[in-house]
Every structure is written in C-alpha cells, then in structure tokens.
C-alpha cells in the first residue's frame, strides 16, 4: 500500500529534515515493504536518498521562468524530485485552480515521467446532492486527465472529511472507491481527517490502497504507526 503524508504549510526546514529521518529510521528498522511518499512544504524541500520517497505539494508548470513565487522542474531536478501532488482540493478551492491549469500542470509534470498524486473530492453541497450528482462532479475531476498514466496515483479526499475530523462511513467510502475504480484503474487512496485511531480500519476497506494524511502525519512516530498498520494488514 502507499502511505502518504501532507505536510502542508508545516514544520521548518530543520524540523522536517528531523522528520524524514525518523520515518526513514523506522523503515529501516522495520520490514516495511508500503510505498511511503513525504510532501513537504517547498522550503524544505531536500535530496534525500532512502526507502522515503520527498514530493512536491505544488510547482508550476514550467522548467523555470518569470513566475514570481513559483518553482519549476529546475528548482525540484536539484533534489531528485519525481513526485508530485496535483489538483488537491486547497489548491482549487484556497488557492483558485481551475482544472484547466490543473490539466496543463498534470501534462506537463507527466510529460517528464513524474509519478503523480491526483487528488479529487467533493464538497458536502455535493455530497448533499445524493449519489449520481457526487460521481459525476468527481468523474468531472479527471477531465483532460489521462486516467490511463502508467505514474498515476489518485487520492480521494472529501473535502468536507479535510482537517474536521469527520470521516464518512467505511461503506460510504467503498461504495465512491468502487465507483471511481470503474473507471480509473490507478491506485486509488483516502484522504480526510486519517489518523492512528481509524488507519487501520480506513487502510482494511475494499478498494482503498493507501491513505494521504495531512495532520495527523505531522507527529513522526503518529505516521509511522499508520504505516505499521498497513504493513500489518499486508501481512495477514
Ligand atoms: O488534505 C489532506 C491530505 O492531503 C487531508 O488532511 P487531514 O488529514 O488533515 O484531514
């Protein structure tokens, strides 16, 4: 499974370098087989060599230019950075994406071989409206996409289940993963409010093949243990 961790606007530079060697630490001292993904903020972005895989939250879809505030492929190339998360929902609903930049950044960064975590939720207006209106806004969310890219990682995260705590019920979260899986056969992960006292039940669902955690994964040894959980369910 893959285990992903949000770091978001979080942590200094020192304190997630500190953080990526726990989690690397544990790795090594654990037969961890999981895919384990660390985003964290730009400025701490680093090199980093190990079983921890370091992704981008966020660039532009450029290899550098005159895109005040932004980074490109040159400034993430200096870390070896092949990993990227794209279309999360505080990128389209804080920060203002439209799935048209959203399409041309997901182009591009595939166009350069990099494996991509997709994301894509539904507010609870949405939600509210019933099944049919909820499947179609999300299968709406991978227009322009190609659902079909061998890099391809989708993460399912409603965004009403984002930083409140509240998780939709296990059936209700088999019931969209099922659903989203008819029609895109890339790993699929949940996201929304993931912490180690549900992982373990999240990480068991049928469909579900890995979560992406934003705060909860702040605390190392909090993300280690949900890692742990997968590797236990794998084990069985
Ligand atoms: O946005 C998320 C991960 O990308 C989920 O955030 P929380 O785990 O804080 O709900």
Redesign the pocket.
Known sequence: MIIAA?LKTNLTRAKTAQYINEVENFLNKNAISQEVLVFPAPSSLTLHVGKVTIGAQNAYAAQNGAFTGEIGNEQLEEFNIKTILIG?S?RRHVIGETQEEIVKKFNFYKELGFKIVY?IGESLQIREAGDKVMMEYLYSQFDGIDIEYENLIV?Y?PIW???TGVVPTSEDIVSVHLKLKEKCKAPLLY????KVSNANVLLGLDGVDGV?????ALIADDFCAMVEFAQQIENK
Do not use: D, F, Q, R
């Open positions: 949000n999360h505080e994301c993460a995260e289940a984002i930083g996201g929304g409010s993931v992406l955690i934003g705060g909860a």
